[in-house]
């Protein structure tokens, strides 16, 4: 096809040379032409020259405005090839001449800086000489010579050119245009190669797309947003003719960009466009106008959320902030309304002169069609670059985290080397991953003993870098020898190796050998969680992953079934292992789970969460099916919650990464029939589950899924009954249906109802409450949710707490703790974390004591140095990940909104002892940071923008004490969500004077006005959860009088 074009180009030139040339029509097929508006002329003598301009305002209230215009040279060819149908014609396009001018730029637009680094210490002439904490040993490196390259140059002045993108646009181009009006194809040069340039080039051949059959009302056609129907209007003129179209949100059939696509119930499109003919066939003019709005309609009521455990307050007065502030969209913001006008300016004859530069017949066309291409990580690279220009010198950044302690200075970084990861870090220009490398290198690691907090965040952004150096470092820090850290400190280094994105096989060489050589470590099992994480990477050779495999599996086969607690530690590696796992490994976590969940019923429900990810396995799939159908409710529950959990996990990865097996989000098979089956007939053996069921269905993306939960609908009602209180205190949960069809929802937020429901499944199972009932005959638990931030933008917490104690027995007693944390940006919901303590004394005697967390699917163990011992430990996490929101392309804007999402979890595990009573106090402390960008950029000479960011956080503390008694505290610190608006505008600069060199540089972003908060908790609050609450001792006496006695060791 392209060698035919090349024939067709050829012949046209040499007849128009020889002065021969004619002017043609369209050729249309037979009865067609009555209908149409007009007839297509082909002028292949001239060349008709276009103005072109749209007009764009963008983000709301900050009302960003910006121009474009080019040059539009179209030039007929002649017939198109027939393999397009033999009625259509070929036409050259030529542009140039492009500008983009901001049309209400402020007055006195301010740079842009990042807020978290204005305030650096002025005199910094040596780096490390004025640390006063000593963590530092004082090497001789000063900030004017950087062994990394890290210093950027000092570029010259700008290249004053008025139209400096004409360059880029100097590559003509093809269309071809069928009878009927419709674009059928647009042809690049196969060197055309930027898909920035090549989506401009599509707006002056987008503005001609039409329909040309009157007869025709409604017809699917394509543009640069995406495929749609349009509806059409005509009025046949005697000297020109006219077409107008519309379409909207509703019409789209598939938008150019795929997740656009994920999305199109939260954006709304109306679009309006005309195009005008003359009378002999000519295009002549066109315009339109296009309205967008993004993020509508996601994330449930306003304001409200609660954090309740059933039971009144304290101070009724005392109203929680969060439930006071109203709610605000942060979508309101997100608008994009844009215009189009092209219309013809002049006709020029052709010659070979202009021919030369506008038409060339030596170039190899390829097939590049109407809608808009998309670069999959073009938002990560705009941040990336925006990220770079506002943290200034990396060394200042570093050495004012290290001067003041503050966090918020990391941000910028920690974000830079996420997204570094990511992209191709060899093909950037400049990597910050090797100035923090150089930085941390030069800590004295004996120090950081006593200065770990400090340490540990370096640490964790050095693993955040990662890099052959970084693994290096961080090996060297597990050596106790070399750095004298304490078994608690090499935890958190191993924890943070597991977050790398890119690990290399050398650290699991390194932690395979420790593992090997550390029979009686209390790390042991958190070596074992790492190895598993770091070799479920994509970066670890097969082999490598193979060898840390067998080691897991060798451990799960020679576990017998009393060693249960050792099998779920095992279990849980498995799981890190991810979709990575073999058939042998697979057939062997159901062989154990089989057996010893026979009477352990937690091996049960730790293997088949061990298989999650590889849930599409026919073997899991059976495990889990038969699972369904032959265990008892809480097995039941356990595979519909592993289940749901999966889904949930499938969502977030989307976001990051490329997900091959999507079920059972999307799909139907056989145990989505047993589900749909049992949902419908709620037998007595499948009550118990109900709303498991229906919750799994309803986070299914199934059509047919969909008509199963519409037909439960219409026969069926979930109510909740909390019968009368029993049993000291306790309450039993019934779920009952009805068939009286009233709305209601399913809500849990009372201390007793612990289990059957999905809102706190994810807690603890009904199973395992119900055995801690049977077990502990004295015991006190507690439930409780809260939602803080905006409909759009919020996190969400779950916890439980549960005390209990057996009156018989050497102080048998469970302490247990747990908090669940999600995230939602817009309509993407991922994982904040979770935070799990528990400490057990056994009939035996003997004391577990365990502190999880599991961030992103991976399970991180805080040891004990030694389990019996009641002790303080600190420890934090923070997760750094993008995640892509919208990618939309609206005549000449391409808009791409994402969000850094940065999950940071902080907890305090203190434990006391005091007589025969033992007393956990938890202390979690969830804080999301998100900062979310949309940005539009023009021919890649302007970018507009807002930043929203959000900051939220949540903490609880909870007590548990073996009396048994339960009290519990929850708050929040100040939070906000703020939102600033900004331009900035890319330049053509010469760093080479001879042989002139230039290159493109982006300037300094200019602010349209200070940041705005859209929302705001400004005093940190901090209420009671529950008050101290104990089981008591019943004495009965003769006159039957019973007396309550509470046991209170701790005030």
């Known amino acids: ?57 963008l983000w709301g209230t900050s009302n960003q405005q910006f121009r474009t215009r080019c040059d539009a040279h179209i030039t007929c060819l002649g017939a198109a090839p027939a393999s397009y149908g033999g009625n259509a014609l070929l036409f050259n396009a030529f542009i140039n001449h492009v500008e983009v001018t901001p049309l209400n730029a402020p007055r006195n637009p301010q740079d842009y800086v990042n807020p978290d680094l204005d305030q650096l210490d002025e005199d910094r002439t040596d780096l490390l000489s004025k640390l006063s904490s000593g963590l530092y040993v004082p090497l001789a490196i000063t900030r004017g010579k950087r062994q990394t390259g890290g210093v950027r140059p000092q570029l010259p002045a700008v290249v004053d050119e008025p139209y400096p993108l004409d360059d880029d646009m100097a590559t003509p181009y093809q269309f071809v245009q069928n009878y009927d009006g419709n674009i059928v194809d647009i042809l690049y040069a196969a060197a055309d190669t930027d898909i920035e340039i090549r989506n401009f080039k599509r707006n002056p051949v987008a503005a001609r797309n039409t329909e040309l059959n009157q007869r025709t009302n409604k017809a699917q056609t394509n543009g640069i947003t995406g ?97 006071r502030t109203a709610d605000v969209d942060i979508a309101d913001d997100l608008t994009a309304d844009a215009t189009f006008q092209m219309s013809l300016s002049t006709r020029a004859k052709r010659s070979a002169e202009t021919d030369d530069i506008a038409v060339r017949n030596d170039l190899d066309y390829v097939s590049g069609g109407l809608m808009a291409e998309y670069d999959r990580d073009s938002g990560k690279k705009n941040q990336l670059e925006i990220l770079l220009q506002s943290i200034g010198d990396v060394y200042d950044t570093l050495y004012q985290f290290v001067t003041t302690k503050s966090l918020i200075t990391l941000n910028a970084l920690q974000d830079i080397l996420q997204l570094e990861n990511e992209l191709d870090r060899e093909n950037l220009q400049y990597a910050v991953v090797r100035d923090v490398t150089h930085f941390v290198k030069q800590i004295d690691a004996r120090i950081c003993r006593d200065e770990w907090t400090t340490c540990s965040e370096l640490y964790q952004l050095l693993a955040l870098g990662g890099g052959s150096v970084a693994e290096r470092l961080l090996v060297e820090r597990l050596d106790p020898v070399l750095t004298q850290l304490t078994e608690d400190q090499q935890a958190d280094v191993l924890n943070y190796i597991t977050s790398m994105p890119k690990p290399s096989p050398y650290i699991l060489y390194f932690l395979k050998r420790i593992y090997n050589s550390e029979n009686t470590s209390m790390l042991l099992p958190t070596i074992r969680l790492t190895m598993a994480s770091v070799a479920s990477r994509d970066t670890i050779p097969e082999e490598v992953r193979a060898s840390v495999s067998d080691l897991l599996l060798s451990e799960l086969q020679e576990s017998s079934c009393e060693q249960a607690d050792a099998i779920i530690d095992v279990l849980q590696a498995v799981g890190n292992l991810g979709d990575t796992l073999s058939d042998r490994m697979i057939d ?27 849930s599409d396995d026919d073997a899991v799939q059976t495990y889990y099916g038969q699972s369904l159908l032959d265990e008892d409710c809480d097995i039941k529950a356990a595979v519909i919650t592993t289940l749901i959990d999966r889904m949930f996990r499938i969502q977030e990865q989307q976001y990051t990464e490329s997900v091959e097996s999507k079920w059972p989000l999307i799909g139907f098979n056989e145990i989505d029939e047993i589900v749909a089956t049992n949902l419908l007939n709620l037998t007595d053996e499948f009550t118990c589950i109900g709303e498991e069921l229906y919750r799994y269905l309803e986070m299914k993306k199934n059509d047919k899924a969909v008509e199963i939960l519409e037909e439960f609908r219409k026969n069926y009602d979930v109510e909740e009954l909390l019968e009368d209180e029993e049993d000291d205190g306790e309450q039993n949960y019934n779920a009952t249906y009805s068939h009286e069809r009233q709305k209601r929802a399913w809500d849990h937020k009372t201390c ?300």
């Not at 179209?245 to 709304?268: G, M, R, V, W």
């Not at 976590?589 to 590889?614: F, P």
């Not at 972003?1005 to 901090?1022: A, E, H, N, V």
Request: charged residues 20%.
């Open 227 to 323: 495929q749609h129907t349009a509806t059409f209007s005509f009025n046949r003129g005697r000297s020109a003719s006219t077409v107008s179209k519309a379409y909207a949100s509703k019409d789209f059939t598939q938008f150019a960009a795929p997740s656009a696509t994920n999305d199109a119930a939260t954006t709304q499109i109306d679009a309006q466009e005309t195009q005008t003919f003359s009378a002999d066939g000519d295009f002549t003019s066109a315009s339109g106008r296009l309205s967008a709005r993004f993020g509508l309609d996601i994330g449930g009521s306003g304001g409200a959320a609660t954090f309740s455990s059933g039971r009144p307050a304290l101070d009724p007065d005392d109203e929680d902030p969060v439930l």
């Open 752 to 1051: 007793s109802s612990w289990g059957h429901s999905t809102y706190y499944n994810i807690l603890q199972t009904s199973g395992q409450f119900s055995s801690d009932k049977n077990i502990y005959n004295r015991r006190r638990h507690c439930l409780a949710y809260k939602r803080v931030g905006v409909s759009k933008a919020n996190a969400k917490f779950y916890a439980g707490i549960f005390a209990g104690k057996r009156t018989s027995g050497l102080n048998q007693y469970k302490l247990f703790t747990k908090m669940v944390g999600k995230g939602q940006i817009f309509s993407k919901t991922f994982d904040i974390g979770t935070v799990l303590a528990y400490r057990i004394r056994s009939s035996l005697g003997i004391t577990y004591q365990r502190r999880y967390m599991v961030i992103a699917g991976k399970v991180l163990l805080k040891p004990d140095t030694n389990s019996v011992a009641c002790n303080t430990r600190t420890w934090h996490y923070e997760r750094n990940f993008y995640i892509p929101i919208y990618k939309i392309t609206i005549y000449i804007a391409s808009i791409d909104i994402g969000a850094q999402i940065r999950p940071r979890f902080e907890v305090n595990f203190i434990c006391k002892a005091k007589g025969s009573n033992t007393l956990l106090k938890v202390q979690p402390k969830a804080i999301l940071r998100i900062a979310a960008s949309a940005q539009a950029s023009f021919a890649k000479l302007v970018r507009g923008g807002i930043t929203i960011g959000v900051n939220l956080n949540f903490f609880i503390e909870t007590i548990t004490e073996s009396i048994p008694c339960i009290s519990g505290q929850y708050g929040y610190d100040p939070m906000t969500i703020s939102i600033e608006a900004w331009y900035q505008i890319r330049s053509k600069i010469k760093f080479q004077w001879w042989p002139p060199k230039f290159k493109w540089t982006w300037g300094s972003r200019k602010k349209y006005s200070p940041s705005s908060l859209k929302w705001k908790i400004s005093s940190p609050y901090r209420r009671t959860w529950l008050s101290r609450r104990c089981d008591v001792y019943r004495i009965n006496f003769p006159f039957n009088l019973s007396i309550r006695i509470p046991r209170r060791l701790f005030g």
């Open 1 to 57: 096809m392209q060698f035919v074009h090349i024939l067709a180009v050829l012949a046209i030139l040499f007849g128009r040379q020889g002065g021969d040339a004619v002017d043609t029509y369209v050729n249309v097929p037979s009865g067609a032409l009555p209908n149409l508006v007009t007839r297509l002329r082909c002028a292949t003598s001239e060349t008709l020259l276009y103005k072109y301009e749209t007009t764009t305002q």
């Open 588 to 614: 062997d976590v159901i062989a154990k789970g089989s057996v010893c969940g026979r009477t352990h019923e937690a091996v049960s429900q730790a293997s088949m969460y061990a298989l999650r990810d590889v």
